[in-house]
């Protein structure tokens, strides 16, 4: 909440003919900042050993609850943070996609350690070369796996990014009848579901892979699976 | 290192030793051909376990019989080895049979070749209906009878088949460097 200076402050309080101030005086966007970055509830997908890495952080003795963290999420509706801990394979990219989805918009994502951010030392054919081939990426935590202490570095510098952040205005425009969506809408790479393919409200075209889609009918003929 | 392209097993017509009369008798039926390892000709196969050779027809009634004449109820294992040279059945479709009460084992084989089929042994075990998908997964082998034979551990849509010796390593990933 830095929009006011400490002098215009003081020209309020003189002009308002009172030593006492009971005006503080901000910007809508400092505020929800400064609440967003306090109030940051993570989904830990926590797909291998940086799992138990980001289980430590989580508990009492690095504790991180300490910068508002501390409501781990499992439903992807109510987190504000997609946190990737361990190997990401393909199969399970198409989850995490489908939950990256389902989050709320603003919404972060921390690759947590060597398999997320560049498959690590599995280069399979399997395990997705970096969790950036699907969801952007806000940062990057370096490690096998990294040390609670990483982790808590990455959430505060996570926590100063969205200080800083303009990215999400609040502007809240309805937009025009008749206007273009402004992104067409794309099937989810989800894995398998019932019902019919929900569409992307957020995703942008590089993160959706390119080609056709998949069906997700279970009993494709093993012809048609080559 | 030299790929392993072709089986190192010599096929007999007598059994190797170790095989109980029970599992004689329960094959006597069928065309047979017992495995023999010729560095470890006592083995009468890879791992300790007599093996057999039988033909694509015979393979589910081989099992069944020694499931219901032998007593062996317990499917151990179930895969598929890729002898990419061998002429013209690539594959060898592999599956080892338990009697639980003597611990006696038998590893039965049989060949296929790529695009060809194998019966299914999902009417025998249970267990066999994942087992084969798997070995549908890896190899692209199919199972004539199966269920739903889809892919189990890749996507659906997945190119390739990882086990045989002629898939990259790497798959068909781009990888970035």
New interface residues.
Partial sequence: MSEVTQTEMSDLMEASGSSECSILLSTVRAVSSWSRKNSMWPLPLGLSCCGIEFMATAMSRYDMARFGMEVARFSPRQADLLLVAGTLT??MA?VMTRLYDQMAEPKWVISMGACASSGGMY????VV??IDEFVPVDFYISGCPPRPDSVLNVLMKLQDKIDRDNTYNLTLETPEPGAAAPLEEQTVLGGRRHGPPIALATAGERFVKPGPQ???A???K?EE?? | MDRVTQSCMVYTDEAPEGVSDAVKTALKPFEVKWSVHPEHPTFGGHGGWPGCLVSNEDWPKVFAALKDEANFEYLVDHTAVDYPDRKPERFTVLGLAQNLETQERLMVRTRVAEGGAVPTLTHLWMSADWAERETFDMFGIRFAGHPELTRIYMPQDFDGWPLRRDFPMQGHNRFRD
């Fill in positions: 393909y199969k198409q280069r399979s054919y399997s070369q970096g998949r069906s997700m279970r009993g494709v093993p699976t080559r």
